[in-house]
């Protein structure tokens, strides 16, 4: 049993209940409402991020971008794979991928490091990874059913030719690395892990 505090520690105790209180209340508040954001992954530069679309994501922008931390990945920057999720056509913004659909994306991250590390080259631009179908349906010559919506498709370029990036990306698909679709485009190359070999 707890003893009734003496005049002279009092004060101390109503110090200490106060401080609790307001870290309880600061815990169940909006974060907005103490003008306080939970410190991001060391991975990521929210500094870099469009204030608006950083707001929208809440607190599943640090947890995503601790996800892509957790891959540890040589090659391919966290700060490269968020900035490709911060888009917007007209007035719609895309967005992090839903958490069910997180580990699609480590499967492909993992195989562009992996070619990146062998070709001892890095990434220059993730260009795009997931859409949302908002989003995908914005963007022009997209299909609705795009495996970016699943969140298994990255479209990378590096800084070395699109067509030899291309050319050994499927060479290593076609060795066994992974199973998905490759395309070429005149300056970037699209890889998915949709689980058949699929060309363009």
């Given at each position: 049993m707890?003893?009734?505090p003496t005049p002279l520690n009092r004060r101390k105790v109503l110090g200490t209940l106060g401080a609790l209180s307001a870290s309880a209340?600061?815990?169940?508040?909006?974060?907005?409402?103490?003008?306080f954001r939970r410190p991001a992954s060391p991975a990521l530069h929210v500094d870099n991020?469009?204030?608006?679309?950083?707001?929208?994501?809440?607190?599943?922008?640090?947890n995503y971008a601790d996800y892509l931390a957790n891959l540890n990945l040589?090659?391919?920057a966290v700060q490269q794979v968020i900035e490709a999720h911060a888009k917007q056509h007209g007035n719609v913004w895309n967005s992090l991928p839903p958490q069910s659909l997180w580990k699609n994306?480590?499967?492909?991250?993992?195989?562009?490091?992996?070619?990146a590390r062998e070709i001892d080259t890095p990434v220059k631009e993730v260009i795009s990874v997931y859409r949302s179908p908002a989003?995908?349906?914005?963007?022009?010559?997209?299909?609705?059913s795009s495996w970016h919506q699943a969140n298994?498709?990255?479209?990378?370029?590096?800084p070395i030719s699109s067509r030899v990036i291309t050319n050994t990306v499927r060479n290593y698909r076609n060795r066994g690395l992974f199973r998905g679709g490759v395309g070429g485009y005149s300056n970037f190359t699209h890889v998915d892990t949709r689980g058949m070999n699929v060309d363009w």
């Open positions: 707890f003893d009734s209340i600061a815990c169940s508040s909006p974060a907005s409402a103490f003008f991020l469009p204030a608006e679309w950083a707001d929208l994501q809440g607190r599943n922008l640090t040589e090659k391919v994306i480590g499967i492909t991250l993992k195989v562009v490091d992996r070619i989003y995908n349906a914005r963007c022009a010559g997209a299909k609705s298994f498709a990255m479209d990378v370029s590096f």
